[in-house]
């Protein structure tokens, strides 16, 4: 079937009906793999806040930036063109920069951090740990959806494998530069690819841009729906729902618009406690013998998985 626009799952319901909520985030899961997430419990305030810190800070000169430039951690400054999303198609790197937060721990973050960042490392903590407990809540209607039983982990069953410290969560401040198409000579800004993590969500502001692989072979526009969240279901999750739930390529185009107008957006990416083994969901819903293995045939950990496509994107 082919998918022509993103579902909308209104959440305002879901401490009164969450099964009502969780079908509907099931069924666009299933289909397209994304949906928008409305009347979420994130404030609007803290999101514009968010946005406003990462202008001034990729404002910043470029020596500066380097300072802190990303490691084997995830953690850091990516530059432009630095990150190549689709390798096997790109003539070059993304068209944007960015800066990775690895997971805060007691208010502190996971390294350090740019001295206009270390100023507002309260906020941003706040802002990191809410997108956390924001992404618990879609992972909880999964497996409300899944009826996963409760000898087995229940509703708990992914929160309980998400636990901020031990994961590779990132919370992520993009910067697509007005500009650049003539010399970078593609049309495409970041390459099409898949979220490595188990599921992403996706703020976006004032300038689209983004495009999903709806029906695996033709792309929709992502349009701009003020207040919303876009939310994407992850690789780690396609494999531990044995494909049920679908991991959909996207990427960012350029527009006339971005010409003369900077493309912001801040992803926050939720992963599976590193050493959690990928092994299927226990739902009647998902097919049991679907494992990913690795080459000596031990079923891959949230780690591996993740190191391997960091490997393939940073190469």
């Not at 740019?114 to 903590?125: C, G, R, Y």
């Not at 229940?154 to 401040?173: C, M, P, T, Y």
Request: overall charge negative; glycine content about 6%; charged content about 25%.
């Amino acid at each position: 079937m082919t998918v022509e626009t993103i579902p909308i799952v209104d959440f305002a319901d879901y401490k009164t009906n969450p099964n009502k909520v969780a079908q509907d985030v099931l069924q666009a899961c299933k289909s397209i793999g994304f949906f928008y997430m409305i009347n979420h419990d994130l404030p609007q305030q803290d999101i514009d806040r968010a946005f406003e810190l990462s202008k001034e800070y990729f404002d910043l000169p470029a020596q500066e930036k380097r300072q802190h430039l990303i490691d084997d951690t995830n953690h850091g400054y990516s530059q432009i063109y630095s990150e190549t999303l689709d390798p096997e198609n790109q003539r070059q790197g993304d068209h944007k920069e960015g800066f990775n937060f690895r997971n805060f721990k007691d208010g502190k973050p996971f390294a350090p951090l740019p001295t206009l960042f270390e100023q507002n490392v309260a906020f941003l903590d706040k802002f990191s740990n809410d997108c956390h407990a924001t992404a618990l809540q879609v992972l909880e209607a999964f497996a409300i959806a899944l009826e996963i039983p409760a000898e087995k982990g229940g509703k708990e069953f992914f929160k309980e494998r998400h636990q901020q410290e031990g994961s590779a969560e990132i919370l992520r401040f993009l910067k697509y530069p007005r500009g650049g198409e003539a010399e970078y000579k593609e049309v495409v800004r970041a390459g099409a690819h898949s979220d490595y993590g188990s599921i992403t969500l996706l703020f976006q502001k004032d300038v689209p841009g983004l495009e999903v692989q709806a029906s695996r072979t033709s792309w929709i526009s992502a349009p701009l729906i003020p207040g919303a969240i876009t939310v994407n279901v992850g690789d780690q999750m396609e494999i531990w729902t044995g494909g049920l739930l679908k991991s959909t390529k996207h990427r960012v185009t350029f527009l006339p618009e971005h010409n003369h107008l900077d493309r912001y957006s801040i992803p926050f990416f939720a992963h599976p406690n590193d050493s959690v083994p990928l092994l299927p969901v226990p739902s009647a819903l998902v097919d049991q013998t679907i494992t990913a293995v690795g080459s000596d045939g031990h079923v891959l950990t949230a780690h591996e998985h993740l190191r391997s496509r960091l490997d393939a994107t940073y190469k």
